[in-house]
């Protein structure tokens, strides 16, 4: 089964020697943090399914936007439903069908047997394991692929989209997303994932394409 996860153009890359040590390069983890040179791409077998986790305001919808043909975005969904609702009412209020949509469209999207990358929010291990399953059956890998920001830096990007979370969920997400940092940074893939790839903002601002082949 392949699994590879490549770049355009790779240099000789200088490590950033505040991080700890990745697995040997091929290995399940890849750190692309603090590296000058930073790949434009992204490559895995066909088949296979890209998972993007991250805090919440940490770029995961605009790397997907800007480097996946295949998608499958919570936020999509969200925006599509508040467009359809009356202004001023609480996004609580319609949550649960937003997301029976947002699962809906993965369930249906999964079903194809098409290659695809999913916005995953990092609190729901669950979903990461629906999708590893599908993996398995369709005899290929699940990667991770999971943005480093710090909080700052994602409550700014959550101003910016004008929409923040409450400062519990926010807390839940900082929780999950260390934990799969920690792991990581460990040499360890989480249960499931054939193999996990660290961005920081300036490396994943340098993703234009993520993609799938033979």
């Not at 937003?98 to 990092?122: F, Q, T």
């Not at 807390?171 to 934990?179: I, K």
């Amino acid at each position: 089964m392949a699994t590879t996860t490549g770049a355009v153009g790779a240099a000789p890359e200088r490590r950033n020697t505040a991080r700890p040590a990745p697995a040997a390069a091929g290995g399940p983890v890849r750190d692309l943090r603090g590296r000058s040179a930073r790949p434009h791409r992204l490559s895995y077998a066909a088949g296979d399914i890209v998972v993007v986790s991250g805090l919440p305001g940490g770029g995961k919808s605009t790397l997907i936007k800007r480097a996946a043909e295949a998608a499958i975005d919570s936020q999509d969904t969200r925006e599509r439903w508040e467009r359809r609702m009356p202004s001023g009412l609480p996004y609580a209020v319609y949550r649960p069908l937003v997301r029976a949509a947002h699962y809906g469209g993965l369930w249906r999207e999964l079903r194809s047997g098409a290659s695809v990358v999913v916005h995953d929010c990092g609190t729901q291990p669950w979903v990461r394991g629906l999708l590893a399953a599908v993996a398995r059956r369709r005899g290929r890998g699940l990667h991770l692929l999971l943005l480093d920001t710090t909080a700052e830096e994602a409550l700014s990007g959550q101003a910016v989209r004008g929409r923040r979370v409450s400062a519990y969920a926010f807390a839940r997400h900082r929780g999950a997303v260390s934990r799969l940092l920690r792991s990581a940074e460990a040499g360890r893939t989480p249960r499931g994932c054939a193999s996990v790839t660290l961005l920081d903002r300036p490396s994943a601002a340098a993703v234009t394409r993520i993609t799938f082949g033979p």
